[in-house]
């Protein structure tokens, strides 16, 4: 039997020399610092104890720390030079490193507020001899350490859903078939790889696979496992440290058994999503190699990271809320549906309408230099669960409670003054003391192709809070908290995909405009507009359509193209116990998707950057405001066929050329997806900003206007989807500052 080795021995393998070669790895590594930054800080607290597990350069520790001077940072690393280094490279109050094996007990129970585990939980199975049990201790120890409240993030590798085996084609002419690894061709990297990584897999031999003759010219065409294939596309680039590389196991669970290791340790599962980095697909997939199954149908790029989230719940507290079936809504008793017939095309419209008006707060201080706002966090919103045998584009799953700003329904006659202050009151605990002012509102339509609603959204700033018990309301066993958030972290979990609820993000930007801050940068997907010497001629009444009153009653009846429900919606802790089980009324297509796309049209010009924005005729608006007209952006319903978000642009190019006659030249994803009104609706939309030709945009029925106009004029802009495309396009692009 080989003796056993200590920890410290086991995880020397990762030793890559002296100081020098460690500044060059960690150069590289933090390059995607931003990213995990705010994938995560918005699910953290703004005060207590938080550890970085495995916390290398302790750049990132650092980060968390100047983010939060409320938060004690504890960077924990196995590495006495990495842990040395980093106490050297940084220093701050709330900051320190400790050396520990991120798997062991490193802090008494109870006493974390939070733990990060990016990029290392790999390293935990691959240095313990691919153990999977060492990484149950390593989360249960780690659960362990947290509060009640407290939340645990992972973002790491996943082993990819899809078939078992695959085709992979790679190119054979970019390099040497053989030789040193940094000039092999990718065929012969893949090979040497092959040969010589040992997983838990393949233990004792070599990677197993198939030779074949590639369709594509200049390439070799591999059929393997699709984990196997996984394994070398997420390394295939790091080839400097290439046989330190081939030590690590990148993939060791599922998308599924992370969710199910996860319940097992009674957390509430925040958010579960696979991760495609934007930047990584750009500049090491597309193009690079080709995956299909063993058919040869093209497969989606695999996930590039995979984030979950866990919070400790006290015990018996519901975990994740879930649709248990749902029927018609043959006699709605919230809901109400009505159609609606255009004047003079005939065209019939369904339009779904709940009681009341919504109104929207957004409660906001200044505290030390930074930007906090209240919102609710942990509140159950269940339709967003609904209908899961809907297409899942993305593959994130979530709980069912969400982070959203204060909203309620206030009824017609209420002062919002009074609405205001009762709301604060009943909802977040807030005295009328603590409110010290109000803004003007903005109003915006939610979903305005098929719901009546229009929220009135107020910026009010109070008092600096932090902890508020939020009061208990509604069926479910609890209404989540009031959390304190900074604002700019929430935009970035945006641009991301970290945070789900558009009308926080809205009232935010809204918020750093009224108090002339910056947005901080932007860091989801990079944007590279090629200027183009035509200039589609500016519309100056983009933004002002012609008020028009088009609609009346229509009693004979709708298109049947909306459909009411009722899901029964069971709440279940970690155990499986049913809480509560609660009928809710919603409303999804009969025939399309709950997926929407929205896609802003842009063109680089001598002049600047041009949009395309539409104008419709919806009956929504017409009862709101005496006029059908509304200033939009393009957006679809998606069909059931489509399955992946990959195919989504495809389908906006052929909707733009069909519907506006331009031609798309580049589609980018425009952060992450988000719901509108998940009071009323499972709805997700999927933003995208789409370059187009400008010689067929010239000719396009589109309106176009410079974005800055757009971004100045944005408070008389009320579609709820081009204000969202409208502050991130102008946020990528550097408009905003």
Same mark, same amino acid.
């Given at each position: ?26 150069? %590289? ?26 916390? !290398?350069?302790? &750049? ?54 939070? @733990? ?7 390293? @935990? ?23 009640? !409240? ?26 040497? =078939? ?168 005939? /065209? ?20 030390? %230099? ?29 709980? %069912? ?36 002012? /109000? %803004? ?8 305005? +192709? ?9 910026? @009010? ?13 509604? =069926?479910?066993?609890?209404? !989540? ?16 995909? +970290? ?28 944007? /590279? ?64 998707? &709950? ?107 589109? /309106? ?19 204000? @969202? ?8 692009? !550097?408009?905003?500052?």
């Amino acid at each position: 039997m080989a003796p056993k080795t200590s920890p410290a021995e086991a995880y020397a393998a990762q030793h890559r020399g002296n100081s020098d070669h460690y500044a060059t790895y960690f150069a %590289g590594m933090d390059a995607s610092m931003q990213q995990k930054v705010a994938l995560t800080t918005a699910h953290f607290p703004s005060r207590g104890r938080v550890a970085d597990m495995g916390s !290398g350069s302790g &750049r990132g520790t650092h980060d968390l720390a100047c983010l939060y001077s409320g938060l004690e940072l504890v960077g924990v690393d196995i590495n006495p030079v990495s842990v040395e280094m980093a106490a050297a490279s940084y220093q701050r109050p709330n900051l320190r490193y400790v050396v520990g094996d991120i798997a062991d007990p490193v802090f008494p129970p109870e006493s974390l507020d939070g @733990v990060l585990d990016s990029s290392v939980l790999h390293h @935990v199975t691959s240095f313990n001899g691919f153990s999977l049990a060492r990484l149950e201790e390593c989360l249960d120890n780690q659960v362990r350490a947290l509060r009640t !409240g407290g939340v645990i993030i992972i973002r790491d590798f996943v082993i990819p859903d899809g078939p078992s085996e695959v085709l992979l084609d790679l190119p054979e002419t970019d390099g040497a =078939p053989e030789g040193p690894v940094e000039g092999l061709s990718t065929a012969a990297l893949f090979e040497r790889f092959a040969r010589d990584f040992r997983c838990s897999v393949n233990r004792e031999g070599p990677v197993p696979y198939a030779r074949l003759a590639s369709p594509h010219p200049g390439h070799v065409r591999y059929r393997l496992a699709l984990r196997a294939a996984n394994e070398f596309i997420l390394r295939k680039d790091y080839r400097t440290d290439w046989d330190v590389e081939l030590l690590e196991e990148y993939t060791y669970f599922s998308q599924a058994q992370f969710e199910a290791a996860f319940r097992r340790r009674e957390l509430r599962i925040v958010s579960s999503m696979p991760i495609r980095n934007p930047w990584i697909l750009a500049n090491r997939y597309e193009g690079r190699f080709h995956l299909s199954d063993t058919e040869g149908r093209p497969l989606p790029f695999p996930p590039t990271n995979y984030l979950i989230v866990g919070e400790k719940v006290p015990p018996g507290a519901g975990v994740e809320l879930r649709e248990e079936h749902s029927v018609p809504l043959a006699a709605p008793h919230f809901l109400s549906l009505s159609a609606w017939r255009h004047e003079e095309t005939g /065209r019939v419209f369904e339009l779904v309408e709940r009681p009341g008006r919504t109104l929207d707060l957004l409660p906001w201080f200044r505290q030390e %230099g930074q930007v906090f706002v209240l919102a609710k966090k942990g509140f159950p919103r269940p339709i967003v669960n609904a209908c899961a045998a809907h297409p899942n584009l993305g593959g994130a799953t979530l709980s %069912g409670y969400v982070t959203e700003p204060l909203a309620a329904i206030t009824h017609a006659g209420e002062p919002p003054e009074k609405a205001i202050s009762r709301i604060l009151h009943e909802r977040a605990g807030l005295p009328a003391e603590s409110l010290r002012a /109000r %803004g003007e509102p903005a109003h915006y339509f939610t979903s305005p +192709g098929g719901v009546s609603e229009r929220v009135s959204a107020y910026l @009010v700033e109070v008092a600096p809070s932090t902890g508020l018990p939020a009061p208990d309301y509604g =069926p479910f066993t609890g209404a !989540g908290s009031v959390r304190e958030l900074d604002a700019r972290q929430v935009l970035r979990a945006c641009h991301v995909g +970290g945070m789900v609820d558009a009308r926080l993000e809205i009232n935010i930007h809204r918020l750093l405009r009224h108090l002339g801050a910056s947005p901080g940068p932007w860091i989801g997907a990079s944007l /590279r507009l090629t200027e183009q010497p035509r200039v589609p001629r500016w519309a100056e009444d983009a933004l002002t359509p012609v008020r028009r009153a088009v609609f009346s009653s229509h009693d004979e009846g709708g298109t049947g193209y909306l459909d009411l429900r009722t899901g029964t919606f069971s709440e279940h802790d970690a155990e499986g116990r049913v809480l509560a089980s609660v009928p809710r009324e919603y409303l999804v297509p009969r025939e399309a998707s &709950r997926n929407t796309t929205v896609a802003l049209p842009v063109v680089r010009t001598p002049e600047g950057i041009r949009v395309g924005i539409e104008h419709r005729e919806l009956p929504a608006v017409q009862h709101f405001t005496g006029s059908a007209s509304l200033a939009v952006t393009p957006a679809w319903r998606l069909p059931r066929t489509l399955t992946h978000a990959s195919q989504v642009p495809a389908f906006i190019a052929e909707r733009l050329r069909a519907e506006f006659s331009v031609t798309v030249r580049h589609t980018w994803e425009l952060g992450g997806s988000y719901h509108t009104t998940p009071g009323v609706t499972p709805e997700l939309v999927w933003p995208f900003a789409v370059e187009v030709e400008a010689d067929a945009a010239c000719d396009s029925r589109l /309106r176009w206007l410079p974005l800055e106009v757009l971004i100045g004029e944005l408070d008389a802009v009320q579609d709820a989807h081009l204000l @969202v495309v409208a502050w991130r396009l102008a946020h990528a692009l !550097g408009v905003l500052g």
